[in-house]
C-alpha cells in the first residue's frame, strides 16, 4: 500500500509537513462516498504518523499536537486512534529495541487527553496499561476480568421451569386462554406475559413453548397468535423458534408416534410469515431425502415386476405359490410406515395456500412422489380450485349450471386468484404440472381446467385481436397443449373409467387442429405410461383386461362385449385399440365382431381410434408385402377393411387418415391407397369389382336411381351421411384434387418408383389397386361434388395435363362430369330464355350449348398432342369422344324393364303376405310405387337425353376424320389415342369403346373403314394382351367380347348384315384416295366373304390365344386366360379353334399345377366353362361357307387369294400346328375335318394364275391352271421331303404334310375341273363389263387417280423392302434361339412375338409402314396381294367392275415383263443353301429327340417316295406354263388383269429357265405356293421363310419396272435373309 504521509512532509514538518498532513485528514475525512475505504484511509495516515514517531522521526509533542487539531473532524476518531494504538502496543511489545518502546509510550502518555481510558483500558495490553499508569496492578485486572466473564457465560440462572411452581404458569396459560374477542391486542397480553416472566421468574423459552401449545388448540386465531409470537421474538434470539419446532417434531419421530395436523399447521403458518426459515426446520423432519428416493425407486421396480407378472404365462402348479407369496407381501405392507413429517409439513403449507415453501419442498423430492399421496393432491387441487375461481365463474360455467361457488382462502399471502387466461400462467400452469397424473383424484378440478381451455379455444380462435395479444395467446396455447399432456391425459388413465371426462375432454379437444391431437395421442401412448409407476400398472391391467375380452369376442357376444371394450376405452383408450388392432392384424375374421361392438365409445376414442390406426399402417417395422414379393400383406388388408368399416359406421373424423394416404403418395408409395379404396368403398358404397355382371354393368349405364338398384353387388343403404362426411373431410382439408393428381401421377409411375425389385406380379396388383382407387374416387367426386365445388376445383384439361402432368384417360375422366353439368346447365339456361316446347327446338339448343362448352375444351386439347395427330383426327372427334359416356350413348331399356319387374314382383309378394301389418303393408308398397316412378322418369329422360345426343354426332360426324394421310393412318391414330387406352379404363368404358366404334359406324361418317378398325383390334392383340395388368386384361376382355358380339350379330344373319352392314361406307373394301368416297355394291363386301373374314380373325384370335399360353411367362398366360373367359360367350364358335385352344389350357393345367396355382386356378375354370361351351360350337364349314354359292362369288373370293377365302388355308396348316404334343391324334382328327377344307385349299393356291389370265383363252387358262397346280403339287411334296430330314420338323408339320398335302389325285382333278368351269364363264363377264366401263367420261380420271397412286405405292414398297431385310435377320435369329430352347420343336410364332422390343416401337412401326402400303393402292386386287403384309382383312372383290385396274395392268405388264423374267430366274438361284445348311445344324440338334419321332418319320418318308414319284410326272409340264402365261398376257395387255396378279404369278411361271434352276424351282414353287395360302397371317409371322419369299418376289417384280439395275441385287438380299426364316 503507497506511504499516504511523504518522508519530505516529516522532514520540513514545521514549514509544510503538518499543515499538508491536516488538510490529508479533512479531506479523508469529508469525503463520505466510500465509507469503508475513507476509515482505512484515515486509520493508515494516524498509523503512519504515529509509527514516525515510534521510529524517533518526529517527536511526540508535534504528534500529538496535530493529533489534537484532527480530532475534531470525526465523531469516532478517538476509537481510530484508539487501534492503532493497539496494533503498536502489539508490534513494539514483541521488538528489542527498548527505545521504540519508550517513544509509543510517550506517544500514548501524551494523547491521552484525546482518547479516554476506558477505551484504552478495553483495547491495550494489561501491561502497557500499568507502565501508563492507567491500572495499578496488571496481575489484578486479568483475574477480575476472568470472573466477571465466568458470570456472564458461564454461570445459569435459575428460571422457574415448571415443575418447581407453577402459579406463574397457571396465569400465563388463564393469559393465553382467555376470550380473545374483545378488545384483547397482542400487545397487552405481551405486555402482562412480561410482567409473568420477572414476577415469577419463568424460562423464556418454555414460555414460547407454551405460546405454540396454545396456538396449536386455537388455530382460528391466526391474527392474534401470529403477532404475539413475532413481537415475542424480538426478545429471543432468532434461531430458538425453529429449534423449539425442532425439538417438538423430534417428539413425535418414534416408530409409534404421529406428528398431529395442528403442529404442521402452527409450523406452516410460521414458515408462510417468515417467522421461521424452511431450510432450517427441514433438517430436524423425518425422513431424510435419501429415503424418500430409494422407497420412489422401489416404487418403480415393483411396477415392473407387477407387468412381468401379468405378462408371463404362469403354470397352474406355480400359481399357488406365487398367491401366497403375494399374501405375505401384502401383510407385510399393512404395517404401518413411519409418519412422513415432510409431506405432513407439505400439505399444511398447501392447506393454508402457501405455495411458494410448497413447491420448495416438492423439488426436493423425485417427480410426482409428493402428489401421489392422496391427501397432498387432494390439498393442491383444492389451492387450484380457489386460484381458478373467479375466472372459472366468468367463462367457464356451462350455460344452466349453477354450480357451488368456492370461497376464497382467509390468508391475504395465498396466491393470488386468476381473473384472466393470463392469469392462469402465473401460478395454476405450474400447480398443475406439480400435480401431474394425480389430477385423477378430482374429477370436478378436471372439467374445470378442460372447460377454462375450451373457453379459451373460442377466444383464441376469434380473430381480431392485437398483434400483441396474439403472441401472449400462442404462449397461453402452447401452455395449454403441455398441460393437455403431461396433466389431462395421464388424469385420464388413472381415472375409473369416467364416459364424462372423456366427453368433456373431446369438448376441447375438438377444438384443435388434428395434427396437435394426434401429437397428443402419441405421447400419452408412447411415453406418458412409461412415466410414473402407477401408469405403468394401469398400462399393464389395461392390456390384460384387453386380452381377456378378445379371447371372449364372437359376433354372438358382442354387446356385452362392446360395453366392457366401452368401459375399458373411457380411461385408456390409446393400449385398449392398439392391442385390438394388433390382433385384427393376425385375425381377420374378428374385424366385424370389433366394428359392432365399438358402439359404447365416446368421441374422444374414436378420435384415438383413428391415430391408432394410422400409427398401425405406418409402422415402419412390419412389411407390406408377403415373404413371396407377390402379394399385398395381410396384416394391411385387414387393418384396411377394418379402416373402411369403423369410419362408415362411427363419425370418426378422416382428415388425419386422408393426408396419411396423400403423404404417401407424395413419397412415391401407393400401398397405403387400399386403405382410400376401402374408405371410399364403405362410405360412398362406390364399388370397384372387375367382376361385374353383363346386367349390372348394363345398369350402371344408366341413371343414379338404376345405378343404385341393379348396379351393385350389395344393396348400399344408408350411405347418405356417411359419403357426406367424408365429402366434407375432403373440402375442408382441400385434398379432393391432391389426392386424384396424385393418384394419377403414381399410376404411371408405379412401375418405376416401386417396381424395382418387386416382383412383376405385385407391381401389377399396385398398378391396379392405383387405377382403380382413381376411378372409384373420381366416382365418388363426381356423384358427391356439387357443381360448383367440382368446377372450381377441377382445372381445364390443358392444365391437367401440362402442368399437373397428368396422363390423359386420367384428365378426361375427372374433367367428363364437369362438361356433362355444364352443358345441362346451359341448356336448362337456354330453354328457360325461349319457352319453346317442340323437339327440334331442344335438340338445337342442346347442340348451341354442347357448341358452347366444347369450343373452349376443342382448343385446350390441341396441346395434348403433336400437330400431324390432327391431320387424320380433328380435336373435336377426339374431345367428343372422352367427354361421352355410356349413359350418352344408349339407354339400357332391358335394366330399366329388369328393375321395374323386380318391384312389381316385390309389391305382389307384400300383398300376398297375411303376416304382415296393414299400415306396414302401406308403406312399403308405397316405397316400391314411388321407386318405380323414378325409374320410369329416369329412363323416359335418359331416353330424351340419348337422342339429342345422337343428333348432335349427326351433326357432327363429317368433321370428325380428316384423313389427311391414309384412312389406315387415322383408324390406327383413333385406336391408338381413344379406344385403347380407355377401353382398359374400366368396365363401363370398356363397353362404351365397343358401343363407340359402332356408333361411328352406323353414324356412316365419312373417311372411317370398320372393317380395318375390327381388324386391328382382333388381329393384333398379343402385344395388348401382354402389356396389361390382371385388371386391364379384365377390361380389354369386356371390349373384345363387346366387339365379338357386334360382330357375331353381323355375321349370324344375312338381313342383319345387310341391314346394319350393306351399304355402309365402313364395309368399303376399295381404299381409294381419300377425296373419293363414293363406291357401287362390288366395293361393298358381300355377307358370305363377311363371314370368311370373321373366321379369319376368330383363327387370328385362336393363334395369340395359343401363343400366349405356350410362352410360359406369368404376365402372358394369366391375362390371356382372363381375356378368354371374358370372351367366352362369342368365341371360340368354331369346333377345330375350341379344341385346339382346350388341349394348350389343359396342358397349362397339368404344367402350373404345383408351380403357380394362381395360374392353374385361372387355366381350370376357363377349361371348365369351355367344356360347357362345347356343344354350342359348330364345325367350320357351318361357320362359313367354303364352297363357294354363285360364280362371281368364286370369282371374288379367289380373286382376294390370302385375304378372305384364302383364310381357311392357313386356318388348316396353323390350327394343326397349334397343339405340338398331340401330333398322331391331331393328324387323325384333323384327316377327317379338313376333307372340305382341302378343296379351298387348293383354291387359294391357284388363285393368283387364275385371276392373272383371266383375259386369255379360257382353254389355255385351264391348261395353266392344270399345270400350274400339278407343278404346285410337286413343290409342296418336295418341300415336305426337305422339312423331314431337319429336325424343326414337329409332329405337327408331319401332320400338316398327311392332311394337308397328301390327298388323292382324283380329289385334286375334281378340284381342277371345278376351277377351269369356272374361269371359263369368268371371262366373257369381264369383257362385257369393260365394253361398258370404256364407255363411261369418267374413266379418264379414274385412271389418272390410279396412276397417281400407283407411283406413291412404289415408293412406299421400296421403303419398305430396304427395311425388311434387317428385320427378317433379326426375327429369324429370335426364332432360331427359340427353336434352340425348344429342343427342336419349331415354333415359328415366337421369335417375332416375344420380341422384348416394346411393341408401340417395333411392332406398331411395322404395321403403320404396312398399312400404308395397303393404303396407297386404290385398286382392290392389288390390296388383295398385298395383304400378307397387313392387319386389313383384305376383302373378296370383282375387280373386273373398276376401271381403274386396267390401267395398272397396263403400266405394269406392257413394259416390264421380260425384267420380271429374270428377276425371278436370279430369284431362286440363290435359294437352297442356306436351307440346307441349317438343315446340318438341326440334325445335331434332332438326335435327342424321343423314339416316337423317329417311328413316325419313317412313315412319312415312305410317303415321300410316293410323291417323289408324282413330282417327276409333273416336271415337264412346268416348263410350259410361264410360256403361255406370259405369251397371253401380251397379247391382252389392255385387260382387267392388275399388278397385283402380275406380282402373284410366281417366278416358277417366267420362261426358259435351264434344267438347274428347274431342279431348285422345285423346292421353291412350294414355298411360294404356300406363301400364298399363308399371307393373312403374316402380321402374326407365324408362316415360315417361304412365305416371306414369295412377297419378295412380288415386291420385286414391282421394283424391277422402276429400276433395272438395283434390282437383282436386292433380291438377292432378300433371298438370303428369308432362308434365315426357313
Known amino acids: 500500500m503507497a506511504a499516504l504521509l511523504p518522508a519530505e512532509w516529516i522532514k520540513n514538518w514545521e514549514k509544510g509537513g503538518k499543515s499538508e498532513f491536516v488538510q490529508l485528514c479533512r479531506a479523508l475525512s469529508e469525503n463520505k462516498s466510500h465509507d469503508s475505504m475513507n476509515f482505512r484511509d484515515i486509520q493508515q495516515a494516524l498509523y503512519e504518523l504515529a509509527y514516525h514517531v515510534v521510529r524517533g522521526n518526529l517527536k511526540h509533542d508535534q504528534a500529538s499536537n496535530v493529533l489534537g487539531d484532527v480530532i475534531e473532524f470525526r465523531e469516532d476518531m478517538p476509537s481510530i486512534l484508539a487501534d492503532v494504538f493497539c496494533i503498536l502496543d502489539i508490534e513494539t511489545s514483541c521488538l528489542e529495541e527498548k527505545s521504540k518502546r519508550d517513544h509509543f509510550t510517550q506517544l500514548v502518555l501524551a494523547c491521552l487527553y484525546l482518547v479516554s481510558d476506558t477505551v484504552l483500558k478495553e483495547r491495550l495490553d494489561p501491561e502497557t496499561l500499568e507502565s501508563l499508569g492507567l491500572i495499578k496492578q496488571s496481575q489484578q485486572f486479568n483475574q477480575k476480568s476472568v470472573k466477571i466473564k465466568t458470570k456472564l457465560f458461564y454461570k445459569q440462572q435459575k428460571f422457574n421451569l415448571l415443575r418447581e411452581e407453577n402459579e406463574g404458569y397457571a396465569k400465563l396459560i388463564a393469559e393465553l386462554g382467555q376470550d380473545l374477542s374483545g378488545n384483547m391486542t397482542s400487545d397487552l397480553i405481551l405486555e402482562n406475559i412480561k410482567s409473568l416472566i420477572g414476577c415469577f421468574n419463568l424460562d423464556p423459552n418454555r414460555v414460547l413453548d407454551i405460546i405454540l401449545e396454545v396456538y396449536e388448540c386455537r388455530p382460528e386465531y391466526d391474527d392474534f397468535f401470529v403477532p404475539l409470537i413475532e413481537s415475542y421474538m424480538y426478545?429471543?434470539?432468532?434461531?430458538?423458534?425453529?429449534?423449539?419446532?425442532?425439538?417438538?417434531f423430534k417428539f413425535y419421530q418414534d416408530p409409534s408416534g404421529e406428528t398431529p395436523c395442528s403442529l404442521y399447521r402452527v409450523a406452516a403458518v410460521l414458515l408462510q410469515h417468515n417467522l421461521i426459515d424452511l431450510d432450517d426446520l427441514y433438517v430436524h423432519l423425518l425422513p431424510g431425502d435419501?429415503?424418500?428416493?430409494?422407497?420412489?425407486?422401489?416404487?418403480?421396480?415393483?411396477?415392473?415386476?407387477?407387468?412381468?407378472?401379468?405378462?408371463?404365462?404362469?403354470?397352474?402348479?406355480?400359481?399357488?405359490?406365487?398367491?401366497?407369496?403375494?399374501?405375505?407381501?401384502?401383510?407385510?405392507?399393512?404395517?404401518?410406515?413411519?409418519?412422513?413429517?415432510?409431506?405432513?409439513?407439505?400439505?399444511?403449507?398447501?392447506?393454508?395456500?402457501?405455495?411458494?415453501h410448497a413447491q420448495s419442498i416438492m423439488d426436493q423430492m423425485p417427480p410426482f412422489y409428493a402428489t401421489s399421496h392422496k391427501p397432498i393432491a387432494i390439498a393442491l387441487c383444492q389451492l387450484v380450485h380457489v386460484t381458478i375461481e373467479p375466472l372459472y365463474r366468468r367463462v367457464g360455467v356451462p350455460k344452466g349450471a349453477k354450480g357451488s361457488p368456492i370461497s376464497s382462502l382467509p390468508n391475504k399471502r395465498a396466491p393470488k386468484q386468476a381473473d384472466s387466461f393470463e392469469d392462469l400462467r402465473k401460478e395454476v400452469f405450474n400447480m398443475l404440472c406439480y400435480l401431474g397424473p394425480h389430477l385423477s383424484h378430482d374429477p370436478i378440478l378436471f372439467a374445470k381446467v378442460v372447460r377454462l381451455g375450451k373457453a379459451f379455444m373460442k377466444e383464441f380462435q376469434s380473430d381480431g385481436s392485437k398483434q400483441e395479444d396474439k403472441e401472449k395467446m400462442e404462449i397461453l396455447f402452447s401452455c395449454l397443449l403441455s398441460i393437455t399432456d403431461q396433466v389431462l391425459l395421464p388424469s385420464l388413465s388413472l381415472m375409473d373409467c369416467n364416459a364424462c371426462m372423456s366427453e368433456e375432454l373431446w369438448g376441447m379437444f375438438k377444438t384443435f387442429p388434428y395434427q396437435y391431437r394426434y401429437r397428443l395421442y402419441g405421447q400419452w401412448k408412447n411415453e406418458t405410461y412409461n412415466s410414473h409407476p402407477l401408469l405403468v400398472?394401469?398400462?399393464?391391467?389395461?392390456?390384460?383386461?384387453?386380452?381377456?375380452?378378445?379371447?371372449?369376442?364372437?359376433?354372438?357376444?358382442?354387446?356385452?362385449?362392446?360395453?366392457?371394450?366401452?368401459?375399458?376405452?373411457?380411461?385408456?383408450?390409446t393400449i385398449l385399440f392398439d392391442y385390438i388392432l394388433s390382433q385384427i392384424q393376425k385375425y381377420d375374421n374378428l374385424i366385424t365382431p370389433v366394428v359392432d361392438s365399438l358402439k359404447y365409445l365416446t368421441s374422444l376414442n374414436y378420435d384415438v381410434l383413428a391415430y391408432c390406426i394410422i400409427e398401425a399402417l405406418a409402422n415402419p417395422e412390419k412389411e407390406r408385402m408377403k415373404h413371396d414379393d407377390t402379394t399385398i400383406s395381410s396384416w394391411l388388408q385387414s387393418l384396411a377393411s377394418f379402416c373402411g368399416a369403423v369410419f362408415r359406421k362411427y363419425p370418426i373424423e378422416l382428415a388425419g387418415l386422408l393426408q396419411y394416404v396423400a403423404n404417401q403418395l407424395k413419397a412415391g408409395k401407393s400401398f397405403d391407397l387400399l386403405i382410400l379404396k376401402e374408405v371410399v368403398q364403405k362410405m360412398a358404397g362406390i364399388e370397384i369389382t372387375e367382376e361385374m355382371t353383363m346386367e349390372q354393368l348394363e345398369a350402371m349405364t344408366g341413371g343414379e336411381q338404376l345405378k343404385a338398384e341393379g348396379g351393385y353387388f350389395g344393396q348400399i343403404r344408408n350411405t347418405k351421411k356417411s359419403s357426406q362426411r367424408l365429402k366434407d373431410a375432403l373440402l375442408d382439408h382441400d385434398l379432393a384434387l391432391p389426392l386424384c393428381l396424385l393418384m394419377a401421377q403414381q399410376r404411371n409411375g408405379v412401375i418405376f418408383q416401386e417396381g424395382g425389385e418387386k416382383h412383376l406380379k405385385l407391381v401389377g396388383k399396385l398398378y391396379d389397386q392405383c387405377h382403380d382407387t382413381l376411378v372409384q374416387f373420381g366416382g365418388f367426386l363426381a356423384s358427391n361434388l356439387s357443381t360448383e365445388d367440382y368446377i372450381k376445383r377441377v382445372p381445364s384439361i390443358d392444365v391437367l395435363c401440362n402442368e399437373f402432368h397428368t396422363p390423359h384417360d386420367a384428365a378426361f375422366f375427372l374433367s367428363r362430369p364437369m362438361y356433362a353439368h355444364h352443358i345441362s346447365s346451359k341448356y336448362d339456361e337456354l330453354k328457360k330464355a325461349e319457352k319453346g316446347n317442340k323437339q327440334q327446338h331442344k335438340v338445337h339448343k342442346y347442340i348451341t350449348s354442347c357448341e358452347l362448352v366444347m369450343a373452349p375444351v376443342h382448343d385446350a386439347v390441341i396441346s395434348l398432342h403433336l400437330p400431324k395427330v390432327w391431320d387424320d383426327i380433328s380435336p373435336q372427334f377426339y374431345a367428343t369422344f372422352w367427354s361421352l359416356t355410356m349413359y350418352d350413348l344408349a339407354v339400357p331399356h332391358s335394366s330399366y324393364d329388369r328393375e321395374v319387374n323386380k318391384l312389381k314382383v316385390q309389391m305382389k309378394a307384400i300383398d300376398d303376405n297375411q303376416e304382415m301389418p296393414p299400415n306396414k303393408k302401406k308403406k312399403e308398397k308405397e316405397r316400391c310405387t314411388a321407386l318405380q316412378d323414378k325409374l320410369l322418369e329416369e329412363e323416359k329422360k335418359q331416353l330424351e337425353h340419348v337422342q339429342r345426343v345422337l343428333q348432335r354426332l349427326k351433326l357432327e360426324k363429317d368433321n370428325w376424320l380428316l384423313a389427311k394421310s391414309t384412312k389406315n393412318e387415322t383408324i390406327t391414330k383413333f385406336l391408338q389415342l381413344c379406344i385403347f387406352p380407355r377401353c382398359i379404363f374400366s368396365a363401363i368404358d370398356a363397353v362404351y369403346c365397343a358401343h363407340f366404334v359402332e356408333l361411328v359406324h352406323q353414324q356412316k361418317t365419312p373417311n372411317f373403314s370398320t372393317l380395318l378398325c375390327y381388324d386391328r383390334v382382333f388381329s393384333d392383340i398379343i402385344y395388348t394382351v401382354a402389356s396389361c395388368t390382371e385388371n386391364e386384361a379384365s377390361r380389354y376382355g369386356r371390349f373384345l367380347c363387346c366387339m365379338l358380339e357386334t360382330v357375331t350379330r353381323w355375321h349370324s344373319d344375312r338381313v342383319i348384315y345387310e341391314k346394319e352392314c350393306g351399304n355402309y361406307p365402313g364395309f368399303l373394301t376399295i381404299l381409294r384416295a381419300t377425296g373419293f368416297d363414293g363406291g357401287n355394291k362390288a366395293d361393298q363386301l358381300d355377307y358370305e366373304n363377311f363371314r370368311h373374314v370373321v373366321h379369319k380373325w376368330h383363327y387370328k384370335l385362336t393363334k395369340a390365344s395359343v401363343h400366349c399360353l405356350e410362352t410360359g411367362e406369368y404376365t402372358h398366360i394369366r391375362n390371356i386366360l382372363i381375356v378368354l373367359t371374358k370372351i367366352l360367350p362369342w368365341y371360340p364358335k368354331v369346333l377345330n379353334l375350341g379344341q385346339a385352344l382346350e388341349r394348350r389350357v389343359h396342358k397349362i393345367c397339368q404344367e402350373e399345377k404345383e408351380k403357380r396355382p394362381d395360374l392353374y386356378a385361372l387355366a381350370m375354370g376357363y377349361s371348365g366353362q369351355l367344356k360347357s361351351r362345347k356343344p354350342f360350337m359348330i364345325p367350320e364349314n357351318e361357320f362359313h361357307h367354303k364352297d363357294p354359292p354363285a360364280r362371281n362369288a368364286v370369282a371374288a373370293t379367289v380373286q382376294n387369294g390370302p385375304g378372305g377365302a384364302g383364310m381357311p388355308t392357313s386356318l388348316t396348316i396353323n390350327t394343326v400346328k397349334l397343339d405340338e404334343g398331340n401330333a398322331e391324334e391331331t393328324a387323325d382328327k384333323l384327316k377327317e375335318k379338313s376333307q372340305g377344307v382341302v378343296k379351298v385349299t387348293n383354291k387359294a393356291v391357284n388363285a393368283a394364275p387364275k385371276v392373272t389370265t383371266s383375259n386369255g383363252n379360257s382353254a389355255s387358262n385351264s391348261k395353266v391352271i392344270k399345270e400350274k397346280d400339278d407343278k404346285e403339287k410337286s413343290g409342296k411334296e418336295k418341300d415336305k421331303e426337305k422339312k423331314d430330314k431337319t429336325p424343326a420338323a414337329t409332329p405337327e408339320m408331319k401332320a400338316l404334310g398327311k392332311d394337308g398335302k397328301d390327298k388323292p389325285k382324283e380329289e385334286r382333278a375334281n378340284k381342277d375341273e371345278k376351277v377351269r368351269e369356272i374361269k371359263e364363264k369368268t371371262p366373257k363377264s369381264e369383257k362385257e363389263k369393260e365394253k361398258v366401263k370404256k364407255e363411261e367420261k369418267a374413266s379418264k380420271e379414274e385412271k389418272s387417280k390410279t396412276i397417281v397412286t400407283i407411283v406413291e405405292s412404289k415408293s412406299t414398297v421400296e421403303k419398305e423392302r430396304e427395311k425388311e431385310p434387317s428385320r427378317e435377320k433379326d426375327v429369324a435369329k429370335e426364332m432360331k434361339s427359340k427353336e434352340n430352347a425348344k429342343g427342336g420343336e419349331k415354333m415359328p410364332v415366337v421369335g417375332s412375338l416375344k420380341s422384348p422390343v416394346p411393341r408401340s416401337e417395333t411392332s406398331e412401326s411395322e404395321r403403320e409402314q404396312k398399312r400404308r402400303k395397303v393404303d396407297t393402292h386404290s385398286s382392290p386386287s392389288h390390296s388383295s396381294t398385298v395383304k400378307g403384309t397387313a392387319t386389313l382383312p383384305k376383302v373378296p372383290l370383282v375387280s373386273e367392275n373398276n376401271s381403274s385396274l386396267r390401267v395398272i395392268s397396263i403400266h405394269f405388264l406392257q413394259d416390264n415383263l421380260n425384267e420380271l423374267k429374270d428377276s425371278s430366274a436370279k430369284h431362286y438361284i440363290n435359294h437352297t443353301t442356306p436351307t440346307l445348311s441349317k438343315s446340318k445344324e438341326r440334325e445335331v440338334e434332332k438326335k435327342d429327340l424321343d423314339k416316337s419321332r423317329e417311328r413316325s418319320r419313317e412313315r412319312e418318308k415312305k410317303d415321300e417316295k410316293d410323291r417323289k414319284d408324282r413330282k417327276r410326272d409333273h416336271s415337264n409340264s412346268d416348263r410350259e406354263v410361264p410360256q403361255d402365261s406370259t405369251k397371253r398376257r401380251k397379247e391382252e395387255n389392255g385387260t382387267t388383269g392388275s399388278s397385283k396378279h402380275s406380282k402373284s404369278e410366281s417366278p416358277s411361271d417366267s420362261p426358259r429357265l435351264n434344267e438347274k434352276e428347274k431342279e431348285k424351282n422345285k423346292s421353291k414353287s412350294s414355298g411360294k405356293e404356300k406363301g400364298d395360302s399363308i399371307k393373312a397371317e403374316k402380321m402374326e409371322k407365324s408362316s415360315s421363310g417361304s412365305k416371306k419369299e414369295s412377297r419378295h418376289d412380288k415386291e420385286k417384280a414391282e421394283k424391277k419396272e422402276k429400276r433395272d439395275s438395283t434390282g437383282g441385287k436386292e433380291e438377292k438380299k432378300h433371298h438370303k435373309s428369308s432362308d434365315k426364316h426357313r
Not at 434470539?237 to 425439538?247: A, K
Not at 381377456?548 to 375399458?568: A, F, H, W
Open 290 to 356: 435419501n429415503a424418500i428416493i430409494e422407497e420412489h425407486k422401489r416404487e418403480i421396480v415393483e411396477a415392473k415386476q407387477i407387468v412381468r407378472k401379468l405378462t408371463m404365462v404362469v403354470l397352474s402348479s406355480e400359481k399357488t405359490e406365487e398367491k401366497e407369496k403375494e399374501k405375505e407381501k401384502e401383510e407385510e405392507k399393512t404395517e404401518k410406515p413411519p409418519d412422513n413429517q415432510k409431506l405432513g409439513l407439505l400439505e399444511a403449507l398447501l392447506k393454508i395456500g402457501d405455495w411458494q
Open 537 to 573: 400398472k394401469v398400462k399393464a391391467q389395461t392390456i390384460d383386461r384387453a386380452k381377456y375380452i378378445m379371447k371372449r369376442l364372437t359376433k354372438e357376444n358382442v354387446k356385452p362385449s362392446g360395453r366392457q371394450i366401452g368401459k375399458l376405452s373411457h380411461s385408456n383408450p
Open 235 to 248: 426478545m429471543c434470539e432468532p434461531q430458538t423458534l425453529c429449534h423449539i419446532l425442532g425439538f417438538k
